[in-house]
């Protein structure tokens, strides 16, 4: 017998159990009250629903810049399922936001092994600092544009071609590139 | 672009090439401060492209020949301009995987134009997949060539890198070095005698894929099986290098060696009829099919390899690959359906043999 939504009469696609201090908090939900409820479907779009799945989480608030499984990589979006689904990772950040469950899955896959022994990349620190950095100045670019602030737009944006330029990724100068 | 025949490497000697066909090694590395390919938009792949176009002067030249005298450098492929055949030829090459040479996002390779042996796979799974194919065992070589190669390239360009993780890769499979080694071997004997599976175990366990003819995903068809790494992270390039080429591979071609020697010993009558009925159907067929060919030239190499049948080596190797449906195409100047082609293929096999004094 295939369960029902708990809103309404037809059947459940999505089933949430949650576990906090101990007590079992259930959740079943059909493709749209699922959607209302913030679910992402799988694929983007409404049809990834179509499979059921049973989604475990833990009850706690996930610790900060860790996202859950719901929740993605706060650089790309990539959620831990979506990964699950596809074997790929959305973008270098996605390393960090999914570290801890990353973990277990690269000792399977490298015997064991969970730390990088070998060639470092000759610009290994600053290119570090610079992507940060370059991920940082892009969202408060997005944000500023949004906000319909373009002196503020304009100046990131010169500091994202300087940056860019400085991580190889460019060439030419910020003064050629026209107007935001 | 592509140049007519075959690739120059695949004709050159390689050591060990009764066992080993080629090595291979390859690098996988992503450009710091871009999404990975799957999740980057069109405009990005784009971007992606321009900014390793702008780094790829000065590589090429010295692959495989330790001398940047030779020229050449690399010549740049973009994949969405490419018509399919030609496309179907760079697969059939090893140059591009099949995966990359379908699709319309933004995607090219450059390609070495000396020897073809160095290729760079831009916006395939990672931003940059560099590849450097040599003939017979020659993984330290390919990896020297392969180093400086990544040297340069990331000494003008911020790479993907974490202190913990090394090389950040689309798929955590890769990461770490990033570094994959395989060798293509031609295991007839073992095969034959019943040991394969033996290989399969042993390689299992020290933790080496074993493959088809085209790599990942790809079935096993004329003996020939590709092995390669699976360990990434953990081990520095030379360990990973060492255990695979210094330790497994010496084993296999020596197991192999063996099976054929154990083989022509008690069951040479066995192993010559084979041979012989494989040399008679490619000499006389009129219509060949893709994988019934490959069955048939790995008898053939086995029957050269062991001294039963007297021609050049690299014959059957060049074979095997003008045989395949793109090249057979090129050759033949058409577009032609599967019929025709296995006709074509045969009429090929019996003037190139016939050629050749067989």
């Known amino acids: 017998m295939k369960r029902k939504c708990d809103f309404c009469d037809s059947e459940a696609v999505v089933h949430e159990i949650t576990l906090a201090g101990g007590k079992k908090i259930e959740k079943h939900l059909c493709e749209m009250h699922a959607m209302e409820e913030g679910f992402e479907a799988e694929g983007g779009g409404a049809s990834g629903f179509l499979t059921s799945k049973i989604v475990l989480a833990a009850g706690q608030k996930q610790p900060a810049g860790k996202p859950g499984k719901r929740e993605g990589c706060s650089d790309c979006g990539t959620t831990f399922d979506e990964f699950r689904k596809t074997g790929l990772l959305g973008c270098s950040n996605c390393y960090e936001a999914f570290e801890e469950q990353l973990g277990p899955l690269l000792q399977r896959a490298h015997d064991g092994a969970t730390h990088h022994v070998g060639k470092i990349p000759s610009r290994a620190g600053s290119s570090v600092d610079r992507q940060q950095r370059l991920t940082a100045l892009r969202r408060q670019l997005s944000d500023a544009v949004e906000a319909e602030q373009y002196e503020r737009a304009a100046t990131l944006r010169d500091e994202i071609i300087t940056t860019e330029q400085d991580a190889g990724l460019r060439r030419g100068t910020a003064a050629s590139e026209g107007e935001v | ?358």
């Open chain 2, 1 to 358: 672009m592509v140049r007519d025949g075959c690739s120059q490497w695949l004709e050159a000697d390689g050591p060990e090439k009764d066992v080993v066909v080629s090595s291979r090694v390859r690098l996988a590395r992503n450009l710091a401060g871009y999404p990975f390919v799957h999740k980057a938009r069109a405009d990005e792949r784009e971007q992606i492209i321009e900014v390793v176009r702008g780094v790829l002067n000065g590589i090429g030249g010295d692959i495989g020949t330790g001398s940047r005298e030779s020229g050449g450098g690399v010549e740049w492929v973009d994949l969405c301009e490419l018509p399919k055949l030609e496309r179907g030829l760079l697969v059939e090459r090893h140059l591009i995987s099949k995966q990359h040479s379908k699709g319309s996002q933004p995607r090219g390779v450059a390609v070495s134009s000396s020897d073809e042996s160095l290729s760079i796979m831009v916006n395939e799974e990672d931003h940059l997949r560099i590849q450097v194919l040599q003939p017979g065992i020659a993984l330290d070589n390919a990896l020297e060539e392969i180093g400086r190669v990544d040297d340069h390239i990331e000494a003008q360009l911020d790479i993907a890198y974490s202190p913990r993780f090394g090389y950040l890769t689309a798929c955590p499979t890769n990461v770490g070095t990033g570094l994959r080694v395989s060798a293509m071997l031609h295991l007839p004997g073992l095969r034959l005698s019943g040991e394969i599976e033996k290989v399969r175990k042993a390689a299992k366990a020290m933790n080496i894929a074993v493959r088809g003819f085209y790599g990942e995903g790809s079935d096993v068809a004329g003996d020939f099986y590709q092995l390669s790494n699976q360990v990434t992270l953990g081990k520095s390039e030379q360990d990973i290098l060492g255990s695979f080429a210094g330790q497994f591979l010496p084993d296999i071609v020596e197991y192999e060696r063996s099976a054929r020697r154990s083989m022509l010993d008690s069951r040479r009558l066995v192993v010559e009829d084979q041979v012989f009925r494989a040399l008679g159907t490619l000499t006389h067929a009129r219509q060949l099919k893709a994988d019934e060919v490959l069955d048939l030239l790995s008898y053939l190499r086995f029957g050269v390899c062991t001294g039963v049948i007297d021609m050049p080596l690299d014959v059957v190797g060049k074979l095997v690959l003008l045989t395949q449906p793109s090249h057979l195409q090129r050759l033949c100047g058409a577009r032609l359906d599967q019929a025709e082609r296995r006709v074509e293929r045969a009429c090929l096999v019996r003037k190139t043999l016939s050629e050749a004094g067989v």
